[in-house]
Antibody
C-alpha cells in the first residue's frame, strides 16, 4: 500500500523560499501510471491545488502560483519536492502531497500534511 | 478557471438521516468530479471519483451522481463517523479546483 510523507521546515521567514519533500513508500514513484501533486490548505479554509509532476519531470502548475513554484522529482530517492519562493503570511498553510492516476486526476492517497508557518 | 460551488456550507443532521450535498461547476466538466471527506487534523480521503464511482473500501451508504455542471453526494443513513467536512473537486482542466466545503454536524 502506497504511503506518502511530507517533510521540511515548519517555519519560514517572509521573502524566503519554502522547501518541502514528499517521500513515497510502498511503491515506485517511477510508475508511469501516476502524477504526483502538492495541495495546500490554510487553517480553517479550503483546498488549493499547487501543481503536479510526472515521473519524466513534466510539470503543471496553478497559474495563481506559477511564478513562484517549482516541483521536482528524484526517482533515485523515490521523492518529489516543492519549492515556493518569496513567501508571505498568505502562504501559511498545511501542505499535502498526493498521488493521482494519469487517467483520473483525483487524489488518493494523501500524505498526512505538514504545517508551514511564514513568520519572522 | 473553473469555480466549484458547494451547498449548503454547513448542515446539521442526526444519525440515521439521509443527507445530500450539492456541487455546481461554473462550466461543464462531464463526469470529471471527485468527492472527499476530511476530519479535523487529517488529510482528505477520496470517497467518490468519476462523479459516481465508489472508491474501494468506502461504505456503500455513500453515493454520487450528476454530470456536466451539477453533482450530488448522498449519504443514505448517517453514521457517527460520517460527521466531517466534504469537498468536491473538478478534475476536468487545469488548475484543478475544489469546492469551499460542506461541514456536516451532529444535530
Amino acid at each position: 500500500q502506497v504511503q506518502l510523507q511530507e517533510s521540511g521546515p515548519g517555519l519560514v521567514k517572509p521573502s524566503q523560499t519554502l522547501s518541502l519533500t514528499c517521500t513515497v513508500s510502498g511503491g515506485s514513484i517511477s510508475s508511469g501510471s501516476y502524477y504526483w501533486s502538492w495541495i495546500r490548505q490554510p487553517a480553517g479554509k479550503g483546498l488549493e491545488w499547487i501543481g503536479r509532476i510526472y515521473t519524466s519531470g513534466s510539470t503543471n502548475y496553478n497559474p495563481s502560483l506559477k511564478s513562484r513554484v517549482t516541483i521536482s522529482v528524484d526517482t533515485s530517492k523515490n521523492q518529489f519536492s516543492l519549492k515556493l519562493s518569496s513567501v508571505t503570511a498568505a502562504d501559511t498553510a498545511v501542505y499535502y502531497c498526493a498521488r493521482a492516476t494519469v487517467r483520473g486526476n483525483w487524489f488518493d492517497p494523501w500524505g498526512q500534511g505538514t504545517l508551514v508557518t511564514v513568520s519572522s | 478557471d473553473i469555480q466549484m460551488t458547494q451547498s449548503p456550507s454547513s448542515v446539521s443532521a442526526s444519525v440515521g438521516d439521509r443527507v445530500t450535498i450539492t456541487c455546481q461547476a461554473s462550466q461543464g466538466i462531464s463526469s470529471w468530479l471527485a468527492w472527499y471527506q476530511q476530519k479535523p487534523g487529517k488529510a482528505p480521503k477520496l470517497l467518490i471519483y468519476a462523479a459516481s464511482s465508489l472508491q474501494s473500501g468506502v461504505p456503500s451508504r455513500f453515493s454520487g451522481s450528476g454530470s456536466g455542471t451539477d453533482f450530488t453526494l448522498t449519504i443514505s443513513s448517517l453514521q457517527p463517523e460520517d460527521f466531517a467536512t466534504y469537498y468536491c473537486q473538478q478534475a476536468n482542466s487545469f488548475p484543478y479546483s475544489f469546492g469551499q466545503g460542506t461541514k456536516l454536524e451532529i444535530k
